[in-house]
């Protein structure tokens, strides 16, 4: 399925599966499913803690997964597709909603709209495109996170891949992930170490409007 013009949003979910399908060694935090997130509530349109992502990006990850399993590590996911509503719900979140309870946890030295202007929250995201993940290393002799130097969504130069205000091993465990993900196909951004969109993406320019729920794909 390829929409004909460009931008266009779609609630046509036919090009996507349950990640969990292609990748069950694969640990999933959902975190806009939960409150545990720099707005402190669930977010629009994550009506089940599943990751969905498109049939291509899922062949590209697993090969990731395998790469790294080898290597002593699960992936950990915490986002991959995300509709247009849960992005608008970013959005009147950063313009109208007072609440700023979620501060100290996620955007300690920024204003809210300061999360816009300097890239962390984009009013049109890729992962609505299906093809965007987010993801961390977890280490499988201790079963716990990776140490990437910052956590998930801490919205901060901190956060900067190459930042290397960090230590060598924390610094080095970016890379590791890096490197697999860029083998592999997927590219980075320059301000979420946690971020990758795949390079062939297979809907550049549409927008799917979709809920985040296993059930919906299966319509």
């Not at 004909?4 to 599966?17: C, E, I, L």
């Not at 699960?74 to 007072?98: C, N, S, T």
């Not at 079963?143 to 990437?148: C, P, Q």
Request: charged share 30%.
């Amino acid at each position: 399925m390829r929409a004909d013009n460009k931008n266009a949003v779609t609630m046509d979910p036919s090009g996507f599966v349950v990640l969990a399908d292609y990748i069950p060694a694969a640990v999933q935090e959902i975190r806009y499913h939960s409150s545990y997130n720099f707005i402190g509530d669930r977010i629009d349109g994550y009506e089940e803690p599943c990751a969905l992502i498109t049939i291509e990006a899922a062949r590209a990850l697993k090969s990731v997964s395998n790469e790294l399993i080898v290597q002593g590590y699960r992936l950990k996911i915490f986002d991959a597709y995300r509709p247009v509503m849960a992005v608008k719900h970013f959005v009147l979140w950063g313009i109208e909603d007072q609440d700023i309870r979620m501060k100290p946890y996620f955007y300690p030295d920024l204003e809210k709209q300061e999360l816009f202007n300097k890239g962390y929250i984009a009013k049109r995201s890729s992962h609505s495109r299906g093809s965007a993940v987010d993801l961390t290393l977890l280490d499988m002799k201790t079963g716990k996170e990776v140490d990437m130097g910052g956590p998930f969504d801490f919205f901060s130069e901190l956060s900067h891949p190459d930042f290397r205000g960090i230590t060598d091993e924390q610094y080095e465990n970016r890379m590791t992930l890096r490197r697999s993900m860029l083998r592999n196909g997927f590219e980075p951004i320059d301000c979420e170490w946690w971020h990758f969109v795949l390079r062939d993406e297979p809907y550049p320019d549409t927008y799917f409007e979709f809920p985040v729920s296993s059930a919906y794909l299966k319509k």
